[in-house]
């Protein structure tokens, strides 16, 4: 999204006011004192959290995507999504077709019908939570962090809304949201995993296409997950080392 030239000086300068307080910067809920975020008993810097997909699985049902709006009350508006399906199609010549009505959440009724169509599959899109973030480099007040285990989240309360983080993102995970008009994305649903809970997401695959787990724990599914599958990340060549991994992916997914 472009912003005007008045907007853009508008956000500029509240930037740069921001980081004139003391204070303010840099002191994002869960940072520092990690006890009133975490709790007593948990341990962030013991887990790295994860996600695989396998693409193979997926049968573009939707129930993913439903739950995540639930659960994280997104917007019903058909703009915005934590996580959405992406179905491609791919022709005899080469060429690629790729839809997401809804981000897939009423699942995909209408089937293709080009007759040259050589293979069709889905795709689940996440936020990577990358372990070298550049979303988290370009925020100028400190909102997005990663925590000890490894998960990017978003202070709302300290957020500006300047969408610095929305165009560094090279996914295109992140998005305005339209009532508290901050960045948001996907969170891996952490107000649940600190309950030892998966992601709603995982939860509703009824395939288990979907597979969450603990990087650090080598008996965890996704780290078996990792071990046993031929792994692929989106755009690798960007080196922000995502964290959602897939099994069974295309070259031809974007």
Not at 25 to 54: C, F, Q, V
Not at 89 to 95: S, Y
Not at 157 to 169: M, P, S, T
Request: hydrophobic share 35%; with cysteine.
């Amino acid at each position: 999204m472009k912003a005007g030239r008045r907007e853009f000086c508008t956000i500029i300068l509240g930037g740069i006011s921001l980081l004139l307080i003391p204070g303010k910067t840099g002191l994002a809920r869960g940072k520092g004192d990690y006890k009133p975020w975490y709790g007593e008993r948990y341990i962030p810097s013991g887990h790295r959290y994860g996600m695989g997909i396998n693409v193979d699985r997926c049968i573009g049902c939707g129930r993913c995507i439903d739950a995540c709006k639930r659960e994280n009350n997104v917007s019903d508006d058909p703009f915005y999504f934590r996580t959405w399906i992406e179905r491609y199609a791919i022709a005899g010549n080469g060429e690629v077709t790729v839809d997401s009505p809804n981000g897939g959440r009423d699942s995909f009724k209408d089937h293709i019908r080009e007759k040259n169509v050589v293979r069709a599959f889905f795709v689940p899109k996440i936020c990577n939570q990358c372990d070298k973030p550049p979303c988290v480099q370009v925020c100028p007040v400190g909102a997005t962090y990663k925590t000890d285990d490894g998960v990017i989240l978003v202070d709302e309360e300290y957020c500006i809304g300047c969408r610095y983080c929305i165009q560094a993102c090279p996914y295109g995970m992140r998005y305005l949201n339209p009532k508290t008009r901050t960045a948001d994305k996907c969170t891996f649903c952490y107000h649940r995993i600190l309950k030892g809970l998966v992601p709603a997401c995982v939860e509703a695959c009824p395939t288990e296409a979907r597979i969450f787990g603990d990087l650090s724990k080598v008996a965890s599914p996704l780290s078996r997950f990792v071990r046993i599958n031929r792994i692929m990340v989106l755009k690798p060549q960007l080196n922000t080392e995502p964290k959602v991994f897939y099994a069974g992916l295309d070259m031809e997914v974007r």
